[in-house]
């Protein structure tokens, strides 16, 4: 039984990336703004993101010579889409999204564009080879505070240097594709780190926030400069009605329910249901398993979701998720994403028959579509396998493996032999530790050498356009995403079928109002992030797709709140 009622304009659900922003715009509309979280800690799966956002025709793109057109960007959203998402979602999200991308400036989130960052289906009518990806710009912490800093989730060790200091997108880039600059970046960002004692001195957490931290920290921090209250550990239990709307919400706060009135509406950001295996049971292709998310452990287990469905609201787009191929590191408590390293020349994906089955430079959405359809086929696409040789091995990172030149096999925890990664003289000897039909390896290694010279992959077309390569090696010709895989030893890693977050959800229109099933909005009642179901449909158009609307809608749910442009 609800134990008292308190009353405020706007309840905010949820703590991440749309959440915050739609409670930061409410602020400044003048509305009283409660935000409550579940978790102990502020910022979701977004405090622990890359912070990327996709925002077509951008206020950056023309300082780095781009231009972009909202009609282009309509036409390539709409067909990635395939009919999965209304039209007017689309034109909402295309024309409000770098209108919330000024206004994140503004509040003192600003981001920049990645001019040769490609958006991730090149063929498609209305694509562009770069700038609609905006990365967040560095924030310094120093502007929160370490009290604050210390409410805020902390990001991946994965995404760190030396577990430590924080990167950005363009310096990853830079490290990864081992331009020269990359090793005086990687000096100046680690003298940077301990020469900073002042700050050291306080926590060990990096002063610099970059990614995900750096889009969180900033909106935390306009947060708090607004007054505005947030409650950890208060998770949503259910939603208020009153004739149809929605009024408010009941939490849990100390043990008791508590009953909250939201006079204007309440904004669900809760996240989607990746942490529930029920659910994804239910809903989510098979096999399915909550350890392989990389979201945060215990947080998204879909309770706004069925809250908003019990109100009325109609759910869409439920078997699909954000794919991304994970992997287990022994002492992480979630799977680590692999976004990138899977498109350096000299590894190949293989399945229990050896044969590869798919782009591995692709998009990994796709990736994680093609693991589960290859499995359906073969039986042995889950877990499948990536493999490399020694020459891949020094001179590239892949999963927490440092390259062999800074971090040889001896060097390596010995624990993670046979659990992280796997590794024989020969590829016969590799097939039989990994139980992969070793002819099937060999010939599928072979043909990888024939492609590596020619420069063409027949079989997948690795390489054959501005998105593979982004995350090539240049210096590496014919095409920087093939290389042979012929000098032993060899290595492989193990790969899941997982995700960044779920995408179906409530069902909302072009102002983030969720639908019933006769197509009325449910007054009151607004819903953002991988909580609704997604404007992208089955795909993700580019680097940025889910946070990018998640904070778009948000802006607009405000706007039509309050009636304000
Ligand atoms: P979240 O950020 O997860 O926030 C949901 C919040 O709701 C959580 O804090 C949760 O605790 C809280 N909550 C859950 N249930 C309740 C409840 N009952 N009551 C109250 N609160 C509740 N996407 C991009 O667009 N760009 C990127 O660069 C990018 N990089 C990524 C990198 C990694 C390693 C990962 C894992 C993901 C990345 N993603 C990226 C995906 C992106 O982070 C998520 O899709 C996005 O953060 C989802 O935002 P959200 O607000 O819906 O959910």
């Not at 999965?84 to 689309?90: F, G």
């Not at 290859?374 to 990536?386: D, K, L, R, S």
Request: aromatic share 8%.
């Amino acid at each position: 039984k609800p134990v008292a009622e308190l009353a405020h304009d706007l309840i905010v659900v949820g703590s991440g990336a749309g959440a915050l922003l739609g409670a930061i715009r409410a602020a400044d509309a003048g509305l009283s703004v409660l935000v409550v979280e579940k978790a102990s800690l502020v910022g979701g799966t977004s405090a622990l993101s890359g912070g990327g956002i996709w925002i077509p025709d951008n206020h950056d793109m023309p300082r780095a010579g781009l231009r972009d057109s909202i009609d282009a960007a309509f036409r390539y959203v709409k067909t990635c889409a395939k009919g999965l998402a209304t039209d007017d979602r689309v034109l909402a999200y295309v024309e409000t999204a770098r209108e919330m991308a000024r206004y994140l400036a503004q509040i003192g989130v600003p981001y920049r564009c990645m001019p040769s960052y490609s958006d991730y289906y090149p063929a498609l009518d209305g694509s562009l080879p770069g700038g609609r990806t905006m990365d967040p710009c560095d924030f310094n912490a120093a502007k929160l505070g370490v009290k604050a800093l210390g409410t805020l989730r902390p990001t991946n060790p994965g995404q760190l240097i030396f577990g430590r200091m924080g990167i950005n997108a363009f310096e990853a880039r830079s490290m990864l594709a081992r331009e020269r600059k990359s090793k005086f970046v990687l000096m100046w960002i680690m003298a940077r780190y301990f020469l900073d004692y002042p700050w050291r001195r306080k926590t060990a957490r990096d002063r610099r926030l970059t990614g995900g931290q750096a889009l969180m920290g900033g909106l935390l921090t306009a947060l708090r400069q607004r007054n505005i209250t947030l409650w950890l550990d208060t998770p949503l239990q259910s939603l208020v009605q009153e004739a149809g709307r929605v009024t408010g919400v009941v939490v849990q706060r100390e043990g008791k329910s508590v009953q909250l009135a939201a006079r204007r509406g309440v904004l669900l950001g809760a996240g989607g249901f990746e942490r529930n295996q029920a659910l994804r049971e239910q809903y989510l292709p098979q096999p399915t398993n909550a350890d392989w998310t990389a979201t945060p452990v215990g947080g998204n287990t879909g309770d706004a979701i069925l809250a908003g469905a019990e109100a009325g609201g109609v759910l869409h787009l439920m078997a699909h998720s954000w794919g991304v191929p994970t992997l287990f590191v022994p002492k992480e408590d979630k799977h680590r994403a692999m976004f990138v390293e899977r498109s350096l020349p000299g590894c190949m994906v293989v399945n229990a028959q050896g044969a590869r089955f798919l782009n591995e430079s692709g998009p990994y959405p796709e990736f994680q579509q093609a693991m589960f359809a290859n499995h359906q086929q073969t039986g042995g696409a889950v877990p499948a396998w990536i493999v490399f040789d020694a020459d891949f091995r020094a001179k590239y990172p892949i999963g927490p493996l440092m390259p062999s030149t800074a971090m040889p096999d001896n060097r390596l925890r010995k624990s993670w032999l046979n659990v992280v990664y796997w590794k024989g003289e020969t590829l016969q000897e590799l097939a039989q530790q990994i139980g992969v039909d070793p002819a099937g390896l060999a010939a599928s290694a072979e043909r990888m050498g024939d492609f590596a010279r020619t420069g063409k992959d027949l079989d997948f077309d690795r390489g054959g356009n501005s998105f593979d390569r982004y995350y090539g090696d240049a210096s590496v010709k014919p095409n920087p995403n093939l290389a042979p895989i012929a000098k032993g030893p060899f290595y492989a890693l193990k790969l899941f079928p997982g995700d960044i977050g779920t995408k179906g959800g409530l069902l909302t229109d072009r102002d983030a109002r969720v639908l019933q099933q006769d197509g009325q909005a449910i007054e009151g009642l607004y819903c953002v992030g991988n909580n609704s179901a997604s404007v992208m449909g089955p795909a993700y158009p580019g680097a940025g797709s889910t946070l990018g609307p998640a904070m778009a809608f948000a802006y607009r749910a405000i706007a039509h709140m309050t009636g304000q442009p």
